[in-house]
């Protein structure tokens, strides 16, 4: 069903995108804003909207952590002459790939049956995130 | 499937010599993203390297260090193994090995570059500010405020990068690129450093000082004990020539590279960058309010955060491959799209696109084709420098060459480094981008900001 989906959204001819800047009131941590764009007011619910960047604030938040486990891993990397890098995945990138996975879940639940398409951040460079909004011609049941 | 293809296919077809096809994507050699990286760096091992196209110095720091550390192996070692102890060599060892790894990645570690702005990002970051009303007759430097912890902090635009630059990012003019949390420049590695190789650079400007200062210690012993073995210096010198030019070396390099790491052990206990330092960003002299709103207020924890926080992964992903650009697009209004395209228009506008869809289908294992439909909703006007709309860029558009006037137009401001006392240091500068005014609207920037690579050749509007 996702599948026949997103094969809809690729003959469909996009019409617009929607970015979702970055929020840099708590400092230069990983965060956007919620605020919901207007473009999108008559497509989807803004209840959803922020419910799905909260949660990516949340991910990228556990990501930036600072704690127990993140000075651990500097300090053996340290000590290591960071060599260890060139071996183990940090604990950044086994988070962006639980992202990734979020990022891919909402589009296929809940995006995609509304014409849009999220981008995941890290492809934009942690800039913001892409919203594509797809001309509503060609979804549905063929 | 020929049949649906638009004339601007048919001239890459052309060009190319070669006829592409959405199923024959096999006979085009899918590109690394380095390849086509837009900023001056210099990509080694399929991309895994990284350095800056100037690389400075960085032969020199080397070869330095190896004979340095060779003379002293060589020479002075065996006398002082006999003489004391085997420890000795091997303390020499690991500092050498810690002092060259760092070194190296130092060097080879992408700084923390963000990648540039895509033109439908960059076309709607100028909605913005045009229509946030701020911007009056004459183009006003483009920037934005916003509060960091109670603090007021300047978000400045860039315009090769095409966004609002994030706090702390400054734009180097020797790379040309965007590097976040940047420090300075620094020739002597042959890279910048910035946030996700300061704490290689901190190692390694501690380990060398460690290690300079343990063979300055080490070379000096050894001239005392031969000395006083054959009764007099100039005996001891003309015996073991090489401790000399160990001396001199590590006498010289003792006092910068001491200055230096206590200078950036100082920036790391607050939290600091030597851009701000030198910047006098939150100087208390500006006024009570001005305090800097990233430290922590504690040294313990601000060391922890610059030196052992999260490691952030590179984001300009290099090894990443490029979508391959010679997919047919399917587009419903094409009769919106000119005859003459650009090949960099049609990477830029669909790109992007295809790029979405990519992610998608590479998910779901679908190949994609790109869908560059005209983006009705974004107002395409000639002032507007980068609509996304590229494909409908007006015939009087100027060449995309003028792509790289944009950088001559930056007058990049040298700011020299206030390390105290260190003379080396003084060679040190710190290269910064510092933002007089932003070019104004009527400079033709083409879309084409991406693609500096020569081998992408274009097709000239007329």
Excluded at chain 1, 17 to 33: A, E, L, N
Excluded at chain 2, 97 to 125: H, K, M, N, W, Y
Excluded at chain 2, 340 to 348: G, L, P
Excluded at chain 2, 376 to 401: F, G, H
């Amino acid at each position: 069903m996702a599948l026949k989906i997103l094969q809809d959204l690729r003959q469909a001819a996009v019409t617009s995108k929607v970015f979702v800047q970055r929020d840099y009131t708590s400092g230069t941590i990983c965060k956007f804003q919620t605020k919901f764009p207007a473009e999108l007011e008559s497509r989807m619910d803004k209840q959803q909207f922020e419910e799905t960047i909260q949660t990516l604030n949340n991910l990228y938040a556990e990501a930036e952590k600072l704690g127990g486990r993140s000075y651990l891993e500097g300090c053996l990397a340290c000590l290591t002459a960071y060599t260890i890098f060139l071996c183990m995945e940090t604990h950044y990138e086994k988070v962006l790939k639980k992202i990734a996975k979020y990022i891919q879940e909402q589009n296929e639940k809940i995006y995609a049956p509304l014409g849009l398409l999220l981008t995941d951040p890290i492809e934009r460079g942690l800039r913001v995130v892409e919203i594509t909004i797809f001309e509503d011609r060609s979804i549905g049941s063929r | 499937m020929k049949n649906c293809e638009y004339q601007q296919i048919d001239l890459r077809a052309l060009r190319t010599s070669t006829t592409r096809t959405s199923t024959n994507k096999n006979s085009q050699r899918v590109r690394r993203k380095w390849e086509v990286f837009p900023g001056k760096n210099r990509f080694y091992c399929d991309g895994r390297i990284m350095l800056a196209r100037q690389c400075g110095v960085l032969p020199l720091t080397i070869v330095l260090i190896f004979i340095t550390s060779g003379l002293f192996f060589r020479f002075d070692c065996p006398f002082l193994v006999h003489q004391l102890t085997v420890f000795i060599p091997v303390i020499g060892g690991v500092l050498f090995l810690f002092v060259v790894i760092t070194l190296l990645q130092t060097s080879f570690t992408d700084p923390g570059i963000l990648p540039r702005a895509l033109p439908d990002e960059a076309a709607d970051i100028e909605k913005q500010i045009d229509n946030s009303g701020s911007s009056t007759y004459r183009p006003p430097p483009r920037t934005k405020e916003i509060l960091i912890n109670n603090q007021v902090v300047k978000l400045k635009y860039c315009s090769t990068c095409k966004m609002f630059r994030p706090p702390r990012t400054s734009h180097c003019s020797l790379c040309d690129n965007c590097v976040e949390r940047f420090d300075h420049h620094c020739p002597w590695v042959g890279n910048c450093v910035g946030k996700r190789n300061y704490r290689f650079f901190y190692a390694f400007i501690v380990s060398l000082s460690f290690l300079t200062s343990f063979i300055f210690g080490c070379v000096i012993t050894h001239l005392t004990l031969r000395s006083q073995s054959v009764n007099g210096i100039i005996q001891a010198i003309k015996e073991s020539p090489a401790s000399v030019v160990e001396v001199v070396i590590c006498f010289f390099s003792i006092w910068s590279i001491l200055g230096l790491s206590g200078f950036h052990t100082y920036l790391v206990a607050s939290n600091l960058t030597t851009n701000e330092d030198i910047k006098g960003s939150w100087s208390s002299k500006r006024g009570e309010e001005s305090g800097n709103p990233y430290t922590y207020n504690n040294i313990f924890t601000n060391c922890c955060v610059v030196l052992c926080g999260p490691m952030q992964p590179s984001l300009i992903d290099r090894r990443g491959f490029l979508p391959p650009d010679d997919t047919p697009p399917i587009v419903t209004s094409d009769t919106e799209l000119p005859h003459f395209m650009a090949k960099n228009d049609t990477n830029m506008c669909t790109q992007s696109t295809k790029e979405l869809l990519e992610s998608v289908a590479h998910s779901t294992m679908i190949q994609s084709t790109c869908t560059p439909g005209t983006p009705k909703t974004t107002p395409v006007s000639q002032e507007s420098l980068l609509s996304t709309v590229s494909i409908t860029v007006s015939p009087s558009s100027k060449s995309p060459s003028t792509g790289c006037s944009g950088r001559q137009a930056r007058r990049p401001i040298d700011v020299p480094c206030s390390q105290r006392g260190s003379k080396q240091a003084a060679l040190h500068t710190h290269k910064t981008m510092l933002r007089v005014s932003s070019p104004p609207y009527s400079l033709g920037h083409s879309p084409i900001i991406l693609s500096d690579a020569p081998n992408m050749g274009f097709i000239p509007l007329n």
